[in-house]
């Protein structure tokens, strides 16, 4: 069975400066690969996905994601944040198809004025 | 567009109540979820449906029953509630297209029990 490790679990960081946020999945010969972002008492919502093709992914706000299957990581980056990316993010992975995704248990982002 | 609408928003239970967590999808998918987020634990399945007429354990299956009522409604049900089932619940469907698996999330219920 997949799983997914987001090595930091808070994430502090100041206005205007980047931010990684970390990913590892355990190893399978092929994955999808997404990352999503929950604002306070929201839903989730879809930032980019990996599915096949360049290992480097751009969502939206700003935000990319580089694949790296060597590494077994999907770390997601973003070269400048603001105050309203302050949310949990949260890595997971699926088997190729229509099959349930298997979450990390989430990155507090905190981003400090 | 109302994507996944899940009802109710809020609800407090006693331990031994019984209540069903009701899911709606209009967006024509196949496949619905049913996951919990629990502080520092992520979100984990519960059950899922791949298509109407089937269902198939998850993770965390154990206190729940699903329901999938047709292509369009997925419901959870908890028989004899207990506190260890306080949490968010968060229903989801998806479909695959040539441009892949995405996942839409409703905004989630949330459950006390106490």
């Known amino acids: 069975a997949q799983s997914v490790t987001q090595l930091d679990s808070q994430v502090p960081v100041f206005e205007e400066a980047p931010v990684e946020l970390r990913c590892n999945y355990s190893?399978?010969?092929?994955?999808?690969l997404f990352w999503y972002v929950q604002y306070p008492n929201q839903g989730l919502q879809l930032l980019l996905k990996?599915?096949?093709?360049?290992?480097l992914v751009k969502g939206i706000n700003g935000f990319e994601a580089e694949f790296n299957k060597s590494q077994t990581s999907f770390h997601l980056r973003k070269p400048s944040v603001h105050i309203s990316d302050t949310a949990e993010y949260f890595c997971?992975?699926?088997?190729?198809?229509?099959?349930?995704?298997?979450f990390g248990k989430g990155t507090r982002l905190s981003v400090i004025a | 567009n109302a994507g996944v609408t899940q009802t109710p928003k809020f609800q407090v239970l006693k331990t031994g109540q019984s209540m069903t967590l009701q899911c709606a999808q209009d967006?024509?998918?196949?496949?619905m979820y049913w996951y919990r987020q629990d502080p520092g634990m992520g979100l984990r399945l519960i059950y899922y449906?791949?298509?109407?007429?089937?269902?198939d354990k998850g993770e965390v299956p154990n206190g729940y029953n699903v329901s999938r009522l047709n292509k369009r409604e997925f419901s959870l049900r908890l028989e004899s509630a207990a506190p260890s089932q306080t949490s968010v619940y968060f229903c989801?469907?998806?479909?695959?297209?040539?441009?892949?698996?995405?996942?839409?999330f409703g905004e989630g219920s949330w459950l006390t029990v106490v």
């Open positions: 989801a469907s998806s479909e695959l297209t040539v441009s892949g698996n995405t996942i839409y």
């Open positions: 190893s399978s010969v092929s994955v999808y």
């Open positions: 990996y599915l096949s093709g360049s290992t």
């Open positions: 997971a992975v699926s088997d190729p198809g229509n099959t349930p995704l298997v």
């Open positions: 967006m024509n998918h196949n496949s």
């Open positions: 449906s791949a298509s109407e007429g089937t269902t």
